[in-house]
Structures are given as C-alpha cells and as structure tokens.
C-alpha cells in the first residue's frame, strides 16, 4: 500500500506552480527573527491565488499586489526597515523578497523534473546581492513495514501531513527476504514497526544498502539487543549498526499507536530538516 501525497514542502508546490506560469516570490535575505528560512518561496498564479505561504496572510496579500504592479524582477523589503510604513511583520523583523513576475520557466521545469528523479537542484535566480541560486532537496519520503495498529496510525498521520509514504505489511513481504523494491535513497525514511522481530533482518540490510538518512525500529532494549546481534553475526559492519535507531521517536516510550506515530513522524521530519541546505 502507498500514497502519493502531495509534497509536504510548500517550496515544492511554489516550483512547480512557477514551472507553469506563476509568478514566483523568494525570502532571500532575513533580518532579525522569522519563521521560515532564506530561500523559503511561494508563488502567485495570474488570477492571483497563492501557493505555498510564508506568514499569517497579511504578507501573502501584499505580495499579490506587489507581484501585479511589478514589470520585472526585483528585491523588496518587508517588514523592518521597508518603506511600506503601514506594513509589518509580528515577528518584528525584515525581510528581503526577489519577485520575480515571470520566472525563467524552462528552468523550473527542469528543476522539478530532477527532483522528480529525487536528484538534488538548484534554480539560479534573477541578479540579486543576496542568493544566487536557490538550492532544493527532494521530497521526503517514508518506507514504513510492520504491522498494525501501529504501522496504519503512522499511514493515517503521513497522509494528513502530506508525506508521501509506502506502507509493507507481513503480507506483502517473505520472511528472510528483502522487500520487492529499491532501496531508500538519501531522501527516503525507513521505519520498522513489528512485533515479531523475526522479519525485520532482510529489511533491515536492504535499508542499510541504500543511503537512507533514516532507519529506524521499534522494540524494548532487550529486542534491541537482539535485532545487533542477530545482524552482527550475519556480517553486518558496526558502522552500519550504528545507523539504525531505537528506541524510536521523540518520546521515550510511547504508549499508544497514535502517540507513536507522532513521536514517530516527528524524529523523521526534524532529522529531514537538518540535512536540508541552509543558505
């Protein structure tokens, strides 16, 4: 079972609208606090619908009137230090914002279609002081085996949070045997959510083949203790070993499917963020 959800990353989103005609807006320089990070888009379709978001709205508004009266690309100040005295941001900081109007659509599109591949890419920007190119990581993605209730609490939580995942139960699978699939690229999550334990050696070294940033199984510190063993004796580097995690999740222990989900999905998008470029 899979779904292909819509990306997560609002980025995405704003890429791909401006690879089809709208206008496309880029926090390129951040004075003071913010919310997002330098880099951080939205784009602006001709009939003036936003997609993506970079604050609570009022931003948004002004951006869609900016990008209207703009004849070319330019960098605007927001917030802190900008002209519009009757505009400011709550967070009390300023922002540098490339509008660009009408993006180089060519190479949108053969940004999206690399990330498309999950290769990383980058989109160079109109001339400005600040970022030359806009750098972009595909999407987060989740391989996620077990079984329930734990494996469809995860499902039901990705969905909502537009992760794209791919959910293998023991029905799906044969013991001993890696998962029918390609392993994980860098970009890809592995999560092992059994309480047999016996079915997790064959997933766990098609994992470890792949360069997941993420591989992750659930259990007690005497299935952990087990799950080493078992895969040290069958010729496992420690290197490799040392990649998988356990116990799971932001919690300790969580008690609940649901509670586990959350704990769950929340280590996998905090560790995604940190290998993101930081500009």
Known sequence: MSHDAQCMDDDHAALRAAADGAALCTIVNIDGSFSRRVGAQLAIRPDGTV????????????????VAAASGPSVRRYG???ALIDFRLPCGGGLDILIDPSPDRAACRDTVALLDCREPAGLALPENIYLPTRRYLPALRIHAFGVDPELSALDR???VMNVPMVCMRPESLSLGQAPDMASPDRWTATILLFHDHEWEGAILHHALRGGSF???AQGGAKAREDRL???RAAGVAEEDLARIRGPVGV????RT???LALSVLS???FEYDRIHPHF
């Open 251 to 254: 919690t300790p222990s969580a």
């Open 229 to 231: 063993s078992r895969l």
């Open 80 to 82: 802190k230090g900008s």
């Open 267 to 269: 280590e996998i998008v």
């Open 214 to 216: 993420y591989v992750g």
């Open 257 to 259: 499917p649901n509670a």
């Open 157 to 159: 939580l990705a969905l």
């Open 51 to 66: 997609v993506g978001s970079l604050s609570d709205g009022c931003l948004e508004q002004q951006l869609v009137a900016d």
